[in-house]
């Protein structure tokens, strides 16, 4: 701190012993107090832009500012390599040839491939249709009528596509019967199924997989305009709860989720 002294060394000299101590103390206050103001403020600006903190930890009323447009040369930079659609093995190949030139020639003895357009369908979709006969017969020993019962799976009429396509049809677009609130909760649960081919693998894996998108679904922040409407409340599980144990919404699902529904652990849980 001598750096920041005005007077002089021989000014210095001349002064009593006890106030040069007292004065030395207050300038090691001083520095200590100015680092710490420091740090301070770069905490107070921290956030998910600038640090390792999530993007749930940021104020949800403070608007992001508005970062200036920068005019840049529209196109790829030179020497990026540029990528076209690849071609696929065709099914079916249609040759076009020129018909007529404009001076009026009809003839063309030599001709070759300048380009090839590639066009990609669907295929034609067909049902498939299983009818399933059912017998019956009389039990030539006591005379009861047995009939055949169909397989469980079977019963409703439809198979797991067609199901699964008609759920689909009805939550996003629009056909369904329930509310616009439940129809958006059925459209992400419709998209997690998707992604995870919906009950592929065991029983276990499905349970644990529909249950972790549940406490993520339930814990994730809403978004601010969300959280606003809902009296600062951050997340569906934090709404029911009225309660909050971290501003980190990762650390108040595991916290949640160690308890096993307990705020407190239970004093005899066996």
């Not at 809403?222 to 409407?229: A, G």
Request: hydrophobic share 30%; charged share 25%; proline share 8%.
């Amino acid at each position: 701190m001598k750096q920041y002294r005005t007077f002089t060394e021989e000014d210095w000299q001349a002064t009593p012993e006890p106030v040069r101590i007292a004065f030395e103390f207050l300038e090691q206050q001083v520095e200590s107090l100015t680092q710490r103001l420091d740090e301070l403020e770069s905490r107070i600006s921290r956030n998910s832009g600038n640090s390792n903190k999530p993007p749930s930890s940021d104020n949800p009323f403070r608007k992001n500012r508005k970062r200036k447009a920068v005019k840049k040369p529209s196109g790829a930079k030179k020497g990026h390599k540029g990528h076209t659609q690849e071609q696929m093995t065709p099914t079916e190949i249609v040759s076009l040839k020129p018909e007529c030139c404009s001076c009026g020639n009809r003839r063309f003895p030599e001709m070759k491939p300048f380009y090839i357009h590639q066009v990609i369908e669907l295929p034609d979709i067909k049902m498939d249709v299983t009818h399933f006969h059912l017998h019956s017969a009389v039990c030539p020993k006591c005379g009861v009528e047995n009939r055949a019962e169909l397989p469980p799976e079977n019963r409703t009429g439809f198979g797991p596509r067609l199901t699964a396509l008609i759920g689909d049809l009805a939550g996003n677009h629009g056909n369904s019967r329930t509310s616009n609130m439940l129809d958006r909760l059925m459209q992400r649960m419709d998209r997690h199924l998707f992604s995870a081919q919906y009950f592929h693998g065991s029983k276990k894996a499905a349970e644990l997989s529909i249950r972790g998108w549940t406490l993520i679904q339930n814990f994730a922040p809403w978004n601010p305009r969300t959280v606003k409407k809902h009296h600062g409340y951050h997340s569906p599980a934090v709404r029911l709860n009225r309660f909050l144990y971290s501003e980190c919404w990762l650390e108040n699902l595991l916290i949640s989720a160690s308890l096993g529904g307990y705020r407190t652990p239970p004093q005899n849980p066996l």
